[in-house]
């Protein structure tokens, strides 16, 4: 079982920034993708971003340029710069992580509980 723990949500003006992390624990023997999902208020769930072991990273598109996904293996880490952040980005973010067939097809096993972002204008 692996455990994904995120932390760095917060309140801020739009025009901010904020760095979200996730921290890995377990057994993460088939973890090969790991990303960041998030669910504003009457949203249904996007992938905002995710990155795969040994490939570069993917964003979706309100995203680009100023996101910025990261990790550290050896620390077993995710991280998310969010830059120039947006009243639209205000959401509850939430880690996920699997083998990349079961991450790709929406089907994650592993989630942690959520960090919430609040932007305001």
């Known amino acids: 079982q692996v455990q994904l723990v995120e932390s760095g949500g917060d309140s801020v003006q739009a025009g901010g920034s904020l760095r979200l992390s996730c921290v890995a624990s377990?057994?993460?023997?088939?973890?090969?993708?790991m990303g960041w999902f998030r669910q504003g208020p009457g949203k249904e769930r996007e992938r905002v971003a995710f990155?795969?072991?040994?490939?570069?990273?993917t964003y979706a598109d309100d995203v680009k340029g100023r996101f910025t996904i990261s990790q550290d293996n050896a620390k077993n880490t995710l991280d998310l710069q969010m830059n120039s952040l947006k009243p639209e980005d205000t959401a509850m973010y939430f880690c996920?992580?699997?083998?990349?067939?079961?991450?790709?097809?929406?089907?994650?096993?592993?989630w942690g509980q959520g960090t919430q972002v609040t932007v305001s204008s």
């Open positions: 996920a992580a699997d083998d990349c067939y079961r991450f790709i097809s929406g089907r994650s096993r592993f």
């Open positions: 377990g057994n993460s023997y088939n973890i090969a993708c």
């Open positions: 990155i795969g072991n040994g490939v570069g990273a």
